[in-house]
């Protein structure tokens, strides 16, 4: 028996899929996880991944899937290859049937590159807000450290007191620590996304609702 439109539309907003984050290179490795909406742009997967690496959205990103680049509009970047524009396309439109691979690159500069498998969708929660935060591992670098290089060279000045930049990378790195992520405001920037995602998901379900007859 085939769905009613209301049954498959509801259905297809309420879909999940499980989002392991990991940045590339590192070492022991930097990785998170998510629950996010298959409904939701990679505009906002850019935003989600912003939010629990401790990104600051600062500078230039790039997705790539299947060899097509997803980002910002030609006219708001740098290049000229082709390119599509993130906001425009959903996350379950890139999605393969049971695993999805895709490359994320923040910051042309520094160059922080992250591997994205996507996997495990299905109905989530209709009580639950999404996105989620599940867990990670060690706190993302500090923004503009360099990329990986620069980023175990400013470790490696921290450990060492008698290193010849211990001084200075402990003032520039203030209060970091590579350990420990600070879960609070991940929640709290996801939760901000979830807030508009719910807005736009009440509007849907209202609109296809059944009238009532006279």
Same mark, same amino acid.
């Given at each position: ?32 996880? =998510? ?8 505009? =906002?997967? %850019? !935003? ?5 690496? &401790? ?11 299947? +060899? ?6 030609? !006219? $708001? ?24 691979? *895709?490359? #994320?690159? #923040?910051?042309? &500069?520094?160059?922080? $590159?992250?591997?994205?498998? =996507? ?27 360099? &990329? ?7 470790? !490696? ?8 930049? %211990? ?8 209060? #970091?620590?590579?350990?420990? *992520?600070?879960?609070?405001? *991940? ?5 901000? *996304? ?12 209202? +609109? ?7």
């Amino acid at each position: 028996m085939s769905k009613s439109p209301q049954t498959a539309a509801s259905d297809r907003i309420n879909e999940i899929a499980t989002v392991r984050i990991e940045l590339r290179d590192t070492d022991p490795l930097i990785w998170r996880e =998510v629950e996010v909406p298959t409904s939701i742009t990679l505009k =906002v997967l %850019h !935003d989600v991944i912003q939010a629990v690496m &401790g990104w600051f959205d600062y500078h230039l990103w790039e997705f790539t899937v299947n +060899k097509q680049r997803y980002g910002l509009p030609m !006219d $708001e970047d740098w290049g000229t290859e082709p390119r599509k524009e993130a906001a425009k396309v959903r996350l379950r439109e890139v999605l393969k049937p049971r695993k999805t691979m *895709i490359d #994320y690159i #923040y910051d042309f &500069g520094d160059s922080w $590159e992250h591997r994205l498998t =996507v996997a495990d969708v299905r109905i989530g929660d209709p009580e639950a807000s999404y996105p989620r935060y599940v867990g990670g591992e060690r706190n993302a670098p500090p923004e503009d450290c360099g &990329g990986i290089p620069g980023f175990y060279d400013m470790l !490696d000045a921290l450990a060492d007191p008698d290193h010849p930049n %211990h001084a200075d990378a402990t003032e520039w790195a203030d209060d #970091y620590d590579p350990d420990t *992520i600070d879960e609070l405001p *991940i929640k709290y920037a996801l939760s901000r *996304i979830a807030n508009r995602r719910n807005a736009a998901k009440a509007r849907l379900v209202k +609109k296809t609702q059944p009238k009532p007859s006279n």
